[in-house]
C-alpha cells in the first residue's frame, strides 16, 4: 500500500524551497532597488555590482613562479574578461613585504598605492583625467592562496555573467551559514504551526473513521480552518445524502416485507382449508397477488440501480393502443371503461418499450380503482409526446400529490395495491429524459400527464 506524504512535511519543505529561491533572487532585487533611483541614499551605479566577479577573477590569476615573485597570469578567464571590458585596470602586491605583482596596472599603482597605510579596510576611488567618470575602482587587502595580498581592481562593468555570480555567492559556505540561522528556524516554526492548524482536521478524520451504516452523522465543523471548510461540507452533504439513501432502503425492506407478509398469511390459513369449493381460485388469486408484489419489488429495485434496456425508436400511438387493448377486459369486467384519443401522425420517441407499457398499465390500472362504476378512463396521445391518464374519481388532495410518487405510499393500509406502481413510473419516465406530473380533472378526478422528448 502506498504510504501517503504528510502534509505539514510537504508545506515545509514548500517552504524552505520558497525561502531558498527568495533568497537566489535576493541579488535581482536588490540591484533594481539600488540603480531604481527611489532613494538618493541606496542609488548606485549599475557597474558596481561587477565587482565581486572582477575582484575574483584577478585574484584566481595570481601566481608565484619558481623564484617566488608574485605576478598575474593572464589565463583564458581573464583574457575573456578583459575583452569584454576594455577600460578594465587591477594591480596588486603583497601586504607584507610590498613586493609588486608583475602585470600589475602603472597607472593604478601610481594613483593609488600611497592611499594605504596597512590598516585601510578598503577603498573606493575614482580616476580623473581621460578616464570615465563612471568607472569605479577599490583597493581591498585580500587572503589568497600565495598569501596576504593588496587587490586593486577599476574600470569593471556590469555582465548578465555577475548576476549568475551574485546568485551563486547566495549558496557559498558562507552565505548558508549566514542565513541558515533564520532559514531553517522559520520553516521549523512553519511546519509545527502547519500541524498545529491541521489539529482540527484530524480531529474531523478521527469523527469520520468512526462513522457506519448505523451511525450516519455529520462531522463537527467547530475549530475547522475556513480552508478546510468546504471539504467538511462536501463530506457533511455526502453523508446526509447516504443517511436518507440508508434509511429509504431500510423503509423499503421494511415495507416490502409487511407487503408480502399479508399474502403470504392469507395463502397460509386457506391451505388449512383445503376441503373449500373455492380454495384453488382463492390459491391462485392468492399466489398472483404474491407474484405481483415480487415483480413490483423486483422493478423498484433495477430502477434503482439503472438496469435499463437499449432504447429504441416506437411509435407512442401504438403502444398506448396496445397496452389499452390488453388491459381492456380487465377493465371491462370490473365495469370501466377505456378510450383513447390519439393524433393521426406518428409520435416516435426513444425508448423501453416494456418500461414505458408498464408505466401506462400503472397509471391506467390506478385510473380505473379510482373510476366510478360504468365511468371512462379516457388516455390521450398528443403530438408533443404526452400521454395524459384521465379519471373522474374523488381525486388526489394537494398535499398528496408530492408524496404519491414515493415508493409504498398509500392513502391508507385499506387501499389496494402495493403503492410500488407510480414510484417505477416516476423512474421510468425520468430514465426516458421526461417527467411525470399530476393535476386535477375538470369537475373532480386526477389527470396523471407524462412527457416525453421527442425522437422527431
Given amino acids: 500500500m502506498r504510504r501517503h506524504r504528510s502534509l505539514s512535511f510537504r508545506l515545509f519543505v514548500y517552504l524552505f524551497l520558497v525561502q531558498l529561491v527568495l533568497s537566489a533572487m535576493l541579488p535581482i532585487f536588490t540591484i533594481i532597488a539600488a540603480t531604481s533611483g527611489l532613494s538618493p541614499s541606496t542609488n548606485q551605479s549599475l557597474n558596481g555590482w561587477g565587482e565581486g ?28 574578461y578583459l575583452r569584454d571590458s576594455p577600460s578594465f585596470l587591477y594591480a596588486g602586491w603583497d601586504a607584507s613585504s610590498g613586493e609588486v605583482a608583475e602585470g600589475s596596472s602603472q597607472i ?21 583625467g581621460r578616464f570615465d567618470p563612471d568607472l569605479v ?54 511546519f509545527f504551526l502547519v500541524r498545529q492548524g491541521l489539529a482540527p482536521l484530524r480531529a474531523a478524520a478521527a469523527k469520520a473513521a468512526n462513522i457506519d451504516a448505523k451511525s450516519l452523522s455529520s462531522i ?86 439503472g438496469k435499463t434496456a437499449a ?12 397496452t389499452i387493448l390488453d388491459y381492456m377486459p380487465l377493465a371491462v369486467a370490473n365495469g370501466r371503461n377505456l378510450e383513447l384519443d390519439r393524433p393521426d401522425e406518428p409520435v416516435m420517441v426513444k425508448c423501453d418499450r416494456y418500461a414505458l407499457e408498464r408505466v ?7 385510473a380505473c380503482r379510482a373510476e366510478p362504476e360504468d365511468g371512462t378512463v379516457q388516455v390521450i396521445v398528443s403530438r408533443d409526446a404526452t400521454i395524459e391518464v384521465v379519471d373522474h374519481g374523488v381525486g388526489i388532495a394537494p398535499e398528496d400529490r408530492e408524496r404519491i410518487f414515493e415508493p409504498f405510499w398509500r392513502k391508507s393500509n385499506c387501499a389496494p395495491g402495493t403503492g410500488l406502481g407510480l414510484a417505477i413510473s416516476k423512474e421510468i419516465v425520468e430514465s426516458h429524459g421526461g417527467r411525470i406530473s399530476i393535476r386535477e380533472t375538470c369537475g373532480s378526478g386526477a389527470t396523471f400527464e407524462v412527457s416525453l422528448p421527442r425522437a422527431c
Fill in 311 to 322: 432504447f429504441e425508436l416506437a411509435d407512442l400511438r401504438e403502444l398506448a393502443l396496445t
Fill in 108 to 128: 593604478l599603482l601610481e594613483a593609488i598605492r600611497s592611499k594605504w597605510d596597512g590598516d585601510v579596510t578598503a577603498i573606493r576611488f575614482h580616476l580623473s
Fill in 360 to 366: 401506462i398499465v400503472n397509471l391506467v390500472e390506478n
Fill in 137 to 190: 575602482g577599490i583597493l581591498r587587502p585580500v587572503q589568497t592562496r600565495v598569501g596576504k595580498v593588496v587587490m586593486v581592481v577599476y574600470g569593471y562593468t556590469f555582465h548578465l555573467s555577475d548576476l549568475v555570480y551574485l546568485v551563486s555567492m547566495m549558496f557559498s559556505p558562507f552565505a548558508l551559514a549566514t542565513f541558515s540561522p533564520f532559514v531553517l528556524p522559520a520553516a521549523l516554526t512553519a
Fill in 53 to 80: 566577479q572582477a575582484q575574483e577573477i584577478v585574484v584566481n590569476a595570481l601566481r608565484r613562479d619558481v623564484d617566488n615573485r608574485l605576478r598575474f597570469e593572464r589565463g583564458v578567464t581573464l583574457r575573456d
Fill in 220 to 305: 463537527p465543523d467547530e475549530d475547522v480552518p475556513e480552508e478546510v471548510i468546504p471539504f467538511v461540507t462536501a463530506v457533511n452533504d455526502a453523508l446526509a445524502r447516504v443517511h436518507h439513501s440508508v434509511a429509504a432502503q431500510r423503509r423499503f425492506l421494511a415495507n416490502a416485507a409487511h407487503e408480502l407478509r399479508t399474502p403470504i398469511t392469507v395463502l397460509c390459513s386457506r391451505i388449512d382449508n383445503p376441503d373449500e369449493a373455492t380454495f384453488l381460485q382463492e390459491l391462485r388469486r392468492d399466489a398472483r397477488r404474491i407474484r405481483t408484489v415480487v415483480e413490483q419489488l423486483l422493478s423498484a429495485a433495477q430502477m434503482s440501480q
